[in-house]
């Protein structure tokens, strides 16, 4: 499995915000146990359990790359199972506007809007 996430590292600093997460980050969070790996034959994500101060948990989708159609319908199904059995209230996706519309159909809605101002 380690394997398959090297494989996809690049693929993944080509999304990712280098100003905030580096390759180098992401691989120590799946190292560590902190994010855990999924992949199919062509996409492949990032999630971890992400606990608010009132010890609620969502799974957090950190990074996805490859294919859309197998990320949602095949990736996706397997995190969420994993998010409720590590007792998790909701799935959280904190991305690009595209994916509000592309996971719609899966019973996703937006929650919040982040604004930010570059300083």
Known sequence: MMHDFLQWLPSFA???DRRYYSPDWLA???WSGRARFWCSENAALVAEIKIYPTGARDVHFLVAAGDLNE???????????WGSSMGCVAALVESRPGWVKALAP?????????????L
């Open 28 to 30: 120590g969070q799946v």
């Open 106 to 118: 899966n019973g996703y809605r937006l929650h919040q809007a982040a604004v930010r101002k570059e």
């Open 71 to 81: 990320l949602i319908e095949t990736l996706r199904p397997q995190v969420e199972a």
């Open 14 to 16: 080509e999304v990712m």
